[in-house]
Nanobody
Framework: VQLQASGGGLVQAGGSLRLSCAAS????????ISWFRQAPGKERESVAA????????SYADSVKGRFTISRDNAKNTVSLQMNSLKPEDTAVYYC???????????????WGQGTLVTVSS
């Protein structure tokens, strides 16, 4: 599965961004998709995940209530709506695909190239 992440940019604290993860393969709809992020000098962490059907989601405590993950299998896309952004959300955001429902980075086999989100204070 080839993934293409987009939508990053520079935004002021309190603002919003919407990230998209697009895939060309029809089998995309059978994969769980997660967004991970890596801030400068920090380890990569899970942000949000959605199962193949979109019924099940999971969020990191730090983004609960602010971020929403969703998917449109007809369009082979997963989105991450990010509201009330904070400077600590600044990171490179990656989307990844797994054949199982998991938030463990090691279980994700396919990764997009990353998109940079910068939140200014």
């Amino acid at each position: 599965v080839q993934l293409q992440a987009s939508g990053g940019g520079l935004v002021q604290a309190g603002g919003s961004l919407r990230l998209s993860c697009a895939a060309s393969q029809r089998t995309f709809s059978t994969y769980a998709i997660s967004w991970f992020r890596q801030a400068p000098g920090k380890e990569r962490e899970s942000v949000a995940a959605i199962n193949w059907s979109g019924v099940r989601t999971s969020y990191a405590d730090s983004v609960k209530g602010r971020f929403t993950i969703s998917r449109d299998n007809a369009k082979n896309t997963v989105s991450l709506q990010m509201n009330s952004l904070k400077p600590e959300d600044t990171a490179v955001y990656y989307c990844a695909a797994s054949s199982m429902w998991t938030i463990r980075e090691a279980n994700y086999d396919y990764w997009g190239q990353g998109t940079l989100v910068t939140v200014s204070s």
